[in-house]
């Protein structure tokens, strides 16, 4: 199975940007579909952005369509997440998560009950 470490997160102004980083060890990275997932104080948890396998597929909660995007490089078993344009309501814990699609590169999973493994998460504040 995989595991799956986070870096990036930070304390930023509105309107600056980061790159979140997970890198994946002890899973073939290159079968697993990726998401990043967050979570505030108080809500639920969002899938903010997923991705398919292969990288072919990608899909964005309306919120940050347009400032965030999610990359990977299964070379280097690392998933990133670049967020431009913060604010304050990106606030929020961001965990990367995986979720195990074999050779299958339909799978872009957009709800986070469908992923089986997940980071630690890192910590994203911004500041108005």
């Known amino acids: 199975q995989v595991q799956l470490v986070e870096s990036g997160g930070g304390l930023v102004q509105a309107g600056d940007s980061l790159r979140l980083s997970c890198a994946a060890s002890?899973?073939?990275?290159?079968?697993?579909?990726v998401g990043w997932v967050r979570q505030a104080p108080g809500k639920e948890q969002q899938v903010v952005a997923a991705?398919?396998?292969?990288?072919?597929?990608?899909d964005y909660v309306d919120s940050v369509q347009g400032r965030c995007t999610i990359s990977r490089d299964n070379d280097q078993n690392t998933v990133y997440l670049q967020m431009n344009s913060l604010i304050p309501e990106d606030t929020a814990v961001y965990s990367c998560?995986?979720?195990?699609?074999?050779?299958?590169?339909?799978?872009?999973?957009?709800?986070?009950?469908?992923?089986?493994?997940w980071g630690q998460g890192t910590q994203v504040t911004v500041s108005s």
């Open positions: 998560a995986a979720r195990f699609v074999g050779i299958s590169d339909a799978y872009v999973s957009t709800r986070s009950f469908e992923f089986q493994y």
């Open positions: 002890g899973g073939t990275f290159s079968t697993y579909a």
């Open positions: 991705m398919s396998r292969s990288g072919g597929k990608t």
